[in-house]
């Protein structure tokens, strides 16, 4: 039996658009910072956010790393990736997506 109300779940969806500050991926053990492009809730409830891994760093790269950090800079979530940039490519953008529900 679940506990929390609808309204509880869409309160934590609210504070966690509000609270998410920005992103990290790594390449080559350096970890460079990225601007979240947004927050949004999907039709499914998900929640999903967006960032653009751009050229910052020049030539191919292979980033094995992303990571989300809070507006006091704390680490909420890090996953390991295998993702190839290309250098002529412009950059990569980026979704995590995940539900946020009584467990």
Sequence with gaps: MALLTTAAIEGYKEYTKRTIAYAKYK??????????????VLA????????????????D??????????????????????LTRRDVQEGIL???TFTIQEG
Aim: charge should be negative; glycine fraction near 6%; hydrophobic fraction near 35%.
């Design 27 to 40: 390449v080559n053990g350096t970890y460079y910072k990225a601007n979240i492009s947004s927050v949004t």
């Design 61 to 82: 790269i292979n980033v094995t790393e992303v990571q989300l950090f809070d507006t006091n800079q704390n680490l909420w979530l890090s996953k390991p990736e295998s």
């Design 94 to 96: 980026y979704r995590f």
């Design 44 to 59: 499914d409830g998900r929640l999903a956010v967006d960032f653009l891994i751009d050229h910052t760093v020049p030539g």
